[in-house]
């Protein structure tokens, strides 16, 4: 490699100080001008003589200096960044595969020089020229420590490497280890919701998990800014209950977007034969704003089905079910292969992935999509992540018909990307569905029950009129309104309506 450099920024970047060399995947995408995304954090070494972190930045002391070479800074990146397949790929598109196999002929036992000759050919699927390993012991291809893996990996006996990747050639998002998902994780929220869901009677539970999961329902399509007619939503509802039923291939998928897709007059379902885009179109002036380009038409088949092969290996390796759903739900919705029904299917996989390997308990959805709604800025943003920085390496134009036509190979956006913030995100609306909405829920149906018993023994009223009645209490947050006492209740005298109301205060006291 030539001379090392020193920065001050780095692709627009700034760095934390002034004239300070790039090392590990800075180094590397600076000198063979890798035209990707930038990771979230890059490295260099620092003038001062502590390791500290910034915003996007994490500087390294001098004694942490890698040689400027290829093995060096590839050897950094292992032991202090982990593995980023995106620059991997772009790296050894760029480079002689003789390099490689040199480093591997200098080092045959070493764990790095092994982890790369791993990654070189289950990336480009070219055998390198030399020998199998005969020695050293095995390593994992991904570093526990600073990444979240499979856990039944796959030996590679070639290489002497054990293939803990969370994917396939095609489709392999990765998951950073943060202090954020530790935190998360560690609450083990699959134990709680059991003793949740444990310490209800069933028919309680039934009725609080219906009325989450039809809170759900309403709640993607919401996001979508669609309001459903009743047989939509009865059909949608239904697939939805029954998302551990039937495994996700391209056709049960097809199957859910003919649900979703009720006038099929004006979009034709199936895989997009067109580009597609998300952002603003001001049709007047033909002005087009992309939030997000979606993947190319002409890449969507070997794409869904690279997304699906991942699923059906990982499913069976074993991994965080959170941290699956949010490979395979986001790397969904960023290649977007439909016209139209792309984020309530998203959202459907998260489901689909929560139930199939026993996250949920039995008979609970989570509403994870009323969660969504409920912070839609930050759901917004995450897709942005991932979205924005990718606009960048998109060569593309407006067409005459509102649309986009893709001027470059796109492909490997879609395939390699780091899902750290959207695991992060959706493993906190899990959180938030287990810990806050399931127990509201369940405490606000026993008040309920209670309220009710309460009112029998008062009046004899039809149920319908006393659902109305607890409807308006709790509307109204404990008060019959003078519409309420005027219209539906004026058989009631006041006295009657202050001891409802009276009874309300008293039973839903510490309601929500």
Same mark, same amino acid.
């Given at each position: 490699?030539?001379?090392?450099?020193a920065h001050i920024y780095f692709r627009e970047r700034a760095l934390p100080e002034?004239?300070?060399?790039?090392?590990?995947?800075?180094?590397?995408?600076d000198h063979y001008d890798l035209q990707i995304p930038l990771p979230e954090n890059?490295?260099?070494?620092?003038?001062?003589?502590?390791?500290?972190?910034?915003?996007?930045?994490?500087?390294?002391?001098?004694?942490?200096?890698?040689?400027?070479?290829?093995?060096?800074?590839?050897?950094?990146?292992?032991?202090?960044?982990?593995?980023?397949?995106?620059?991997?790929?772009?790296?050894?598109?760029?480079?002689?595969?003789?390099?490689?196999?040199?480093?591997?002929?200098?080092?045959?036992?070493?764990?790095?020089?092994?982890?790369?000759?791993?990654?070189?050919?289950?990336?480009?699927?070219?055998?390198?020229?030399?020998?199998?390993?005969?020695?050293?012991?095995?390593?994992?291809?991904?570093?526990?420590?600073?990444?979240?893996?499979?856990?039944?990996?796959?030996?590679?006996?070639?290489?002497?490497?054990?293939?803990?990747?969370?994917?396939?050639?095609?489709?392999?998002?990765?998951?950073?280890?943060?202090?954020?998902?530790?935190?998360?994780?560690?609450?083990?929220?699959?134990?709680?919701?059991?003793?949740?869901?444990?310490?209800?009677?069933?028919?309680?539970?039934?009725?609080?998990?219906?009325?989450?999961?039809?809170?759900?329902?309403?709640?993607?399509?919401?996001?979508?800014?669609?309001?459903?007619?009743?047989?939509?939503?009865?059909?949608?509802?239904?697939?939805?209950?029954?998302?551990?039923?039937?495994?996700?291939?391209?056709?049960?998928?097809?199957?859910?977007?003919?649900?979703?897709?009720?006038?099929?007059?004006?979009?034709?379902?199936?895989?997009?034969?067109?580009?597609?885009?998300?952002?603003?179109?001001?049709?007047?002036?033909?002005?087009?704003?992309?939030?997000h380009i979606s993947a190319r038409w002409q890449d969507l088949p070997f794409l869904?089905?690279?997304?699906?092969?991942?699923?059906?290996?990982?499913?069976?390796?074993?991994?965080?079910?959170?941290?699956?759903?949010?490979?395979?739900?986001?790397? #969904?919705?960023?290649? %977007? +292969?439909?016209?139209? =029904? &792309?984020? *309530? /299917?998203?959202?459907?996989?998260?489901?689909?992935?929560?139930?199939?390997?026993?996250?949920?308990?039995?008979?609970?959805?989570?509403?994870?999509?009323?969660?969504?709604?409920?912070?839609?800025?930050?759901?917004?943003?995450?897709?942005?992540?991932?979205?924005?920085?990718?606009?960048? #390496?998109?060569?593309? %134009? +407006?067409?005459?018909? =509102? &649309?986009? *036509? /893709?001027?470059?190979?796109?492909?490997?956006?879609?395939?390699?990307?780091?899902?750290?913030?959207?695991?992060?995100?959706?493993?906190?609306?899990?959180?938030?569905?287990?810990?806050?909405?399931?127990?509201?829920?369940?405490?606000?149906?026993?008040?309920?029950?209670?309220?009710?018993?309460?009112?029998?023994?008062?009046?004899?009223?039809?149920?319908?009129?006393?659902?109305?009645?607890?409807?308006?209490?709790?509307?109204?947050?404990?008060?019959?309104?003078?519409?309420?006492?005027?219209?539906?209740?004026?058989?009631?005298?006041?006295?009657?309506?202050?001891?409802?109301?009276?009874?309300?205060?008293?039973?839903?006291?510490?309601?929500?």
């Amino acid at each position: 490699m030539a001379k090392l450099k020193a920065h001050i920024y780095f692709r627009e970047r700034a760095l934390p100080e002034k004239e300070v060399p790039l090392v590990g995947y800075a180094a590397l995408i600076d000198h063979y001008d890798l035209q990707i995304p930038l990771p979230e954090n890059l490295c260099f070494i620092s003038h001062r003589h502590q390791r500290y972190t910034t915003e996007n930045w994490a500087a390294f002391t001098i004694r942490h200096q890698p040689s400027h070479s290829l093995s060096g800074h590839l050897t950094f990146a292992l032991k202090y960044e982990g593995v980023d397949l995106a620059i991997l790929n772009a790296l050894f598109k760029k480079i002689s595969p003789e390099k490689i196999a040199q480093w591997v002929r200098a080092e045959p036992t070493g764990r790095y020089s092994r982890r790369i000759w791993f990654f070189y050919e289950w990336l480009t699927g070219k055998i390198l020229d030399i020998p199998d390993a005969s020695a050293g012991n095995f390593v994992e291809a991904l570093d526990l420590k600073l990444q979240y893996a499979t856990i039944k990996p796959i030996p590679s006996r070639r290489q002497r490497v054990y293939n803990n990747l969370p994917g396939t050639q095609g489709f392999c998002p990765l998951i950073r280890r943060t202090e954020k998902l530790e935190t998360l994780m560690a609450l083990n929220l699959v134990e709680l919701a059991r003793q949740q869901a444990g310490a209800v009677p069933h028919n309680l539970l039934a009725r609080a998990s219906a009325f989450m999961m039809l809170s759900d329902f309403r709640a993607s399509f919401a996001i979508e800014g669609e309001r459903p007619n009743n047989n939509r939503m009865e059909r949608w509802g239904r697939a939805m209950s029954q998302a551990s039923r039937y495994l996700l291939t391209l056709e049960e998928l097809l199957h859910l977007q003919s649900i979703i897709i009720e006038d099929q007059r004006f979009v034709k379902l199936g895989l997009r034969q067109e580009e597609g885009f998300v952002g603003n179109l001001e049709r007047s002036r033909g002005l087009l704003t992309p939030s997000h380009i979606s993947a190319r038409w002409q890449d969507l088949p070997f794409l869904m089905e690279s997304l699906l092969e991942t699923y059906r290996l990982v499913k069976e390796q074993g991994m965080d079910p959170i941290l699956l759903a949010t490979c395979l739900a986001f790397g #969904f919705v960023f290649i %977007h +292969p439909f016209a139209d =029904g &792309n984020g *309530r /299917i998203h959202r459907y996989i998260i489901h689909h992935v929560l139930d199939y390997l026993g996250f949920s308990p039995e008979g609970v959805i989570f509403p994870v999509s009323a969660v969504i709604l409920e912070r839609i800025d930050e759901y917004r943003q995450v897709l942005e992540d991932y979205s924005r920085p990718r606009l960048d #390496f998109i060569e593309w %134009h +407006p067409t005459p018909q =509102g &649309n986009v *036509r /893709i001027l470059n190979e796109t492909v490997d956006l879609y395939r390699y990307f780091d899902a750290t913030r959207q695991a992060e995100f959706l493993y906190d609306c899990v959180r938030q569905t287990i810990e806050k909405t399931l127990p509201e829920e369940i405490h606000y149906l026993e008040q309920y029950d209670h309220l009710k018993t309460a009112i029998t023994r008062r009046f004899d009223m039809p149920d319908h009129i006393i659902d109305l009645l607890i409807r308006f209490l709790h509307q109204n947050q404990g008060f019959l309104s003078k519409h309420a006492r005027e219209k539906e209740f004026k058989e009631l005298s006041e006295e009657e309506c202050q001891d409802l109301e009276k009874l309300y205060k008293e039973i839903c006291k510490n309601d929500r």
